[in-house]
């Protein structure tokens, strides 16, 4: 099985009822591969980090067997910082800071060994890098996943996940995070699900 997952890998500060970190590995991407490490054998990541992110931690996707070919260290820049506050159901979340930095101008560069994925994992981030690796792919995966959030869901720029769902390209999967089916109002949310023709719908608890 051949998986390819875009996202975000990040620091993240956060702050739960029974605990507080500062500083941590976080971003979509950094789990979704080191989960699927355990079972896929072609397991490959696109993603963008400052060269503040930790070579110890690039060196623990090797061992996972996660092919970091298409990850992107920017010199001079900073890797993309998120921090939040959960409540006590642990899935309710507030968001207390963003800094995009690399994240603000990233443009996902796909290997030409990740150009026959099967499988592809459009981790939670801007729909606009998500809609931008669907064009740069040659061949259509049997499964294309979506992760996303409110922040997507409720502004313009989901328009440009509409259109890149067109045609052939149909989405099989999505997975909103577990606060957003609650605080979306259902039409808007049934209304962006169907547009992007979405077959399943994975919500987390």
Not at 167 to 193: H, I, K, N
Request: proline share 6%; net charge negative; with cysteine.
């Amino acid at each position: 099985m051949s998986l390819l997952t875009i996202g975000s890998v990040a620091f993240d500060a956060l702050e739960t009822p029974f605990g507080k970190t500062d500083k941590i590995i976080g971003g979509a991407a950094t789990y979704i591969t080191l989960s699927a490490s355990y079972f896929t054998d072609e397991n490959n990541l696109v993603a963008v980090v400052g060269d503040d992110f930790p070579q110890a931690m690039i060196d623990d996707f090797n061992r996972h067997g996660v092919n970091t070919e298409g990850l992107e260290i920017r010199k001079g820049e900073k890797t993309f910082f998120w921090s939040g506050k959960y409540h006590n159901d642990m899935n309710t979340r507030d968001t207390v800071e963003v800094q995009l930095n690399v994240m603000e101008n990233f443009d996902p560069v796909i290997p030409e060994s990740y150009q026959n994925c099967q499988y592809l994992m459009l981790g939670n981030t801007a729909p606009a890098i998500q809609q931008t690796v669907i064009g740069r792919l040659r061949n259509r995966p049997k499964l294309i996943v979506l992760d996303t959030m409110n922040l997507w869901i409720e502004t313009p720029d989901c328009d440009r996940l509409r259109g890149a769902f067109g045609g052939q390209w149909r989405l099989r999967c999505l997975y909103p995070g577990a606060p957003e089916p609650r605080q979306t109002p259902p039409q808007t949310l049934c209304g962006w699900f169907c547009e992007l023709g979405a077959t399943r719908i994975l919500i987390c608890r």
